[in-house]
């Protein structure tokens, strides 16, 4: 059973960079991925990116591609959520998620995923 260690988020204005990291005491295997989900208040939770371990790329909504960049740590089974250039939209709770998805085309489904973080809260002020 996976546990995931979250770290990172909290409070920034318009423009600015926040990280978060996420660990898995589990081993990867498969078409393991990691990757985080958001939910803003009243909105429904939507995928924001994932790290996918059997090609090794990131994979990103269209709303934070070229804003965000995930990266991992192959050795600490970690992966690194950099926030760039954030928006008052990105405020959200963050949950990292840990699964197996059936390929590229079912990443960005919850469904797929096994394993959700507690969160942590993103608050892009203006």
């Known amino acids: 059973q996976a546990q995931l260690t979250e770290s990172g988020g909290g409070s920034v204005q318009v423009g600015g960079s926040l990280r978060l990291s996420c660990a898995d005491s589990?081993?990867?295997?498969?078409?393991?991925?990691m990757g985080w989900f958001r939910q803003a208040r009243d909105k429904e939770r939507e995928f924001v990116a994932a790290?996918?371990?059997?090609?090794?790329?990131?994979y990103y909504a269209e709303s934070v591609e070229g804003r965000f960049t995930i990266s991992r740590v192959d050795a600490q089974n970690t992966v690194f959520l950099q926030m760039d250039n954030l928006k008052v939209e990105d405020t959200a709770v963050y949950y990292c998620?840990?699964?197996?998805?059936?390929?590229?085309?079912?990443?960005?489904?919850?469904?797929?995923?096994?394993?959700w973080g507690r969160g942590a809260q993103v608050t892009v002020s203006s």
């Open positions: 998620v840990v699964g197996w998805p059936a390929g590229p085309l079912r990443i960005r489904h919850p469904s797929e995923y096994m394993y």
């Open positions: 589990t081993r990867p295997y498969g078409e393991y991925a």
């Open positions: 790290f996918r371990w059997r090609d090794g790329r990131g």
